[in-house]
C-alpha cells in the first residue's frame, strides 16, 4: 500500500483537497484531528505537556487549548519542544490505522512535514499552494484569529517554492472546478503505479 503525504501551509485548502480524494474513495487520516484527540486521550502526551507547560495544559481534564496557543505565540522553541511530544504518538497511532486500511493508496493530512523533515518517510508528496494574500484571507474567514497570529505561523512554515521543489505532485487550489480536475489527474496517476521500489 502506497503512503501519501498532503500538506501545504495553512490557509492553502489542504482539507478541501482532502475531502476530494475521500470521495474518490481514498482513506484519509487528518494529522491535525488525531493529534488534538490524542493530547486528551493519550496519558503519555498529557503528562509530557504537563512537565512542559505546567497545570495549566489542562483544565478540568480537557486541554486548555487557548493556554496552549498563547504559550507556543512567537515562542518556536517551545513550540518543537511540544511537537517533538505529539508527533511520535501521531505517528504510531497513523501506523495502526495504515495497517487496518484496504485501499491502494492512503493519504495523510499533514502541515509540517518538511519543517521536521519526515516528508522522507512517504512514498508520494502533494502539496497544496495558493498566494499569500489568498491563504490569509481564507483563515481570517475561518477562524477567529488576528493576521499577526496567522504571519506567526507562517513563519514557522517552509515558503511554498521550497517545498514545491520537493514534491511528486502539485496542486494550486484557487478554483474548485480546477482543482477537483487535479485531484482527478493525480489519483488516476497514484493508481496506475503499482508498486514501490524498496
Known amino acids: 500500500m ?3 503525504v498532503l500538506t501545504g501551509g495553512i490557509g492553502s485548502g489542504k482539507t478541501t483537497v482532502a475531502k476530494m480524494f475521500a470521495t474518490l474513495g481514498v482513506p484519509i487520516y487528518i494529522a491535525d ?42 515562542n518556536k522553541a517551545l513550540l518543537e519542544q511540544m511537537n517533538a511530544i505529539v508527533h511520535p504518538e501521531v505517528k504510531t497511532h497513523f501506523m495502526d490505522w495504515k495497517a487496518q486500511q484496504k485501499a491502494p493508496y492512503v493519504i495523510k493530512e499533514a502541515a509540517i512535514v518538511f519543517e521536521n523533515g519526515s516528508y522522507k518517510n512517504y512514498d508520494f508528496i502533494i502539496t497544496v499552494y495558493a498566494p499569500k494574500a489568498i491563504k490569509m484571507d481564507r483563515v481570517l474567514q475561518r477562524d477567529t484569529t488576528t493576521e499577526e497570529k496567522i504571519e506567526a505561523i507562517m513563519k514557522n512554515q517552509w515558503p511554498d517554492e521550497e517545498k514545491i521543489k ?19 489527474a493525480i489519483h488516476s496517476k497514484l493508481l496506475e503505479i503499482k508498486e514501490i521500489n524498496p
Open 2 to 4: 502506497k503512503t501519501v
Open 33 to 74: 484531528d488525531e493529534a488534538k484527540k490524542l493530547m486528551v486521550t493519550s496519558k503519555v502526551i498529557k503528562q509530557k505537556l504537563i512537565a512542559l507547560f505546567g497545570d495549566a495544559a489542562y483544565k478540568d481534564n480537557v486541554l486548555n487549548r487557548p493556554f496552549l496557543a498563547e504559550s507556543i505565540f512567537n
Open 166 to 184: 520537493l514534491s511528486n505532485y502539485v496542486i494550486e487550489n484557487l478554483n474548485l472546478d480546477k482543482t477537483k480536475k487535479q485531484v482527478l
